[in-house]
């Protein structure tokens, strides 16, 4: 199974609906605040929630809905394997 990383800030409403998105998979998903990352809090400030695949850095941002996030899984697995 993949890995995935959602990154987001604390009190971001738009973050909670992401990971309530999220929850209707089954991920491996690692929840990163990037308040504490300081090189992604420089290159996803303006963009989070973003779900990241671990292994291929590919990304999706904000806006997103369950199709969107099935349809980038499915493409991320491809180019994982």
């Known amino acids: ?4 990383l959602l990154l987001g800030t604390s009190g971001c409403h738009l973050c909670e609906q992401a990971e309530e998105i999220l ?22 400030a303006l963009r989070i929630p973003v779900l990241i695949h671990a292994h291929t850095q ?5 806006p997103f809905d369950v199709d969107a996030v099935q349809d980038f899984i499915k493409t991320t697995d491809q180019t994982y394997r």
């Open 23 to 44: 929850s209707e998979f089954d991920l491996s998903l690692e929840i990163i605040d990037i308040a504490e990352q300081e090189h992604w809090q420089t290159r996803y």
């Open 58 to 62: 590919q990304d999706l941002g904000w």
């Open 1 to 4: 199974m993949s890995k995935f």
